[in-house]
C-alpha cells in the first residue's frame, strides 16, 4: 500500500539559509501533520492542515510557515535556519475524520552546519 | 504543559520473554494510539485504541485502553530480535482536535 512520501530524505544547510521539505499524503488522506524529532527525543507536534486549511498549530517557530496544496500535499518552509534546527522532520498523514490514527513517512533529516 | 509519561524508559529483555509498558496522562484522552519507531525512520502505527476498557490485538502485540482513560498498556508476546526500537504512545492533546502529543518512548532491547 501506498505511504506517506517525504522529500528529500536528507538535507544539508547552513546557518541564515533557508530549506523546503516536501509530503505527499497516502493518496485520498485530507490530513497532514508535521513533526520535529531531536536526537533521543519524542516527536514535537508542529503544525496540522485538513482540506487545505491550517488545523492545529503547536510549536512551530515564526521562522516556519506551511501550506496544503490542492492535491493535498505539504510543504514545510524553514527560513534563517539555525544550528537548533537540525532534526529529523516527520510528516504524518490521516483521513478528515477527527482522531483517525496518523501514519507517518520516512522523515526528512535535515542537518545546519 | 500536558505530558505523557511512559514506563518503564528502557528496558532490555532476553528473546521469547513477554514484554509489558504503559502510558499515563494527567488528563482524559479519548485515543490511544501505539507506535513504533526504528532508528532514522518514521513511527509506524501498532494499534489505534478508541473506547474506555477497549482490549486491542495485532498479531504478537496487545494493548489496552484503560478505564480512567488517563492510561494504556502494551503487551509484546514472545518477543524477537527485530522488537527492537522505541515504543511510543500517542493521543490527540483535546478530543477532536488534529494536535496530537507523543509520550516520552520506551526503548525496548532485545537479547537473543
Same mark, same amino acid.
Given at each position: 500500500?501506498? *505511504?506517506?512520501?517525504?522529500?528529500?530524505?536528507?538535507?544539508?544547510?547552513?546557518?541564515?539559509?533557508?530549506?523546503?521539505?516536501?509530503?505527499?499524503?497516502?493518496?485520498?488522506?485530507?490530513?497532514?501533520?508535521?513533526?520535529?524529532?531531536?536526537? +533521543?527525543?519524542?516527536?514535537?507536534?508542529?503544525?496540522?492542515?485538513?482540506?487545505?486549511?491550517?488545523?492545529?498549530?503547536?510549536?512551530?517557530?515564526?521562522?516556519?510557515?506551511?501550506?496544503?496544496?490542492?492535491?493535498?500535499?505539504?510543504? %514545510?518552509?524553514?527560513?534563517?535556519?539555525?544550528?537548533?534546527?537540525?532534526?529529523?522532520?516527520?510528516?504524518?498523514?490521516?483521513? *478528515?475524520?477527527?482522531?483517525?490514527?496518523?501514519?507517518? +513517512?520516512? +522523515?526528512?533529516?535535515?542537518?545546519? %552546519? | 504543559?500536558?505530558?505523557?509519561?511512559?514506563?518503564?524508559?528502557?528496558?532490555?529483555?532476553? !528473546?521469547? !520473554?513477554?514484554?509489558?509498558?504503559? /502510558?499515563?496522562?494527567?488528563?482524559?484522552?479519548?485515543?490511544?494510539?501505539?507506535?513504533?519507531?526504528?532508528?532514522? !525512520?518514521?513511527?509506524? @502505527? @501498532?494499534?489505534? @485504541? &478508541?473506547?474506555?476498557? !477497549?482490549? $486491542?490485538?495485532?498479531?504478537?502485540? $496487545?494493548?489496552?485502553?484503560?478505564? $480512567?482513560?488517563?492510561?494504556?498498556? @502494551?503487551?509484546?508476546?514472545?518477543?524477537?530480535?527485530?522488537?527492537?526500537?522505541? &515504543?511510543? /504512545?500517542?493521543?490527540?492533546?483535546?478530543?477532536? $482536535? &488534529?494536535?496530537?502529543?507523543?509520550?516520552?518512548?520506551?526503548?525496548?532491547?532485545?537479547?537473543?
Amino acid at each position: 500500500a501506498a *505511504g506517506v512520501i517525504q522529500s528529500p530524505r536528507h538535507l544539508i544547510k547552513e546557518k541564515r539559509e533557508t530549506a523546503t521539505l516536501k509530503c505527499y499524503p497516502i493518496p485520498r488522506h485530507d490530513t497532514v501533520y508535521w513533526y520535529q524529532q531531536g536526537p +533521543g527525543q519524542d516527536p514535537q507536534f508542529l503544525i496540522s492542515f485538513y482540506e487545505k486549511m491550517q488545523s492545529d498549530k503547536g510549536s512551530i517557530p515564526d521562522r516556519f510557515s506551511a501550506q496544503q496544496f490542492s492535491d493535498y500535499h505539504s510543504e %514545510l518552509n524553514m527560513s534563517s535556519l539555525e544550528l537548533g534546527d537540525s532534526a529529523l522532520y516527520f510528516c504524518a498523514s490521516s483521513l *478528515g475524520q477527527r482522531n483517525q490514527p496518523q501514519h507517518f +513517512g520516512d +522523515g526528512t533529516r535535515l542537518s545546519i %552546519l | 504543559g500536558q505530558q505523557l509519561n511512559q514506563s518503564p524508559q528502557s528496558m532490555f529483555i532476553q !528473546e521469547g !520473554e513477554d514484554v509489558s509498558m504503559n /502510558c499515563t496522562s494527567s488528563s482524559i484522552f479519548n485515543t490511544w494510539l501505539w507506535y513504533k519507531q526504528d532508528p532514522g !525512520e518514521g513511527p509506524v @502505527l @501498532l494499534i489505534a @485504541l &478508541y473506547k474506555a476498557g !477497549e482490549l $486491542t490485538s495485532n498479531g504478537r502485540l $496487545t494493548a489496552q485502553f484503560g478505564i $480512567t482513560r488517563k492510561d494504556s498498556f @502494551l503487551n509484546i508476546s514472545a518477543s524477537i530480535p527485530s522488537d527492537v526500537g522505541i &515504543y511510543f /504512545c500517542a493521543g490527540p492533546v483535546v478530543s477532536g $482536535t &488534529y494536535k496530537y502529543i507523543f509520550g516520552t518512548g520506551t526503548r525496548l532491547k532485545v537479547l537473543a
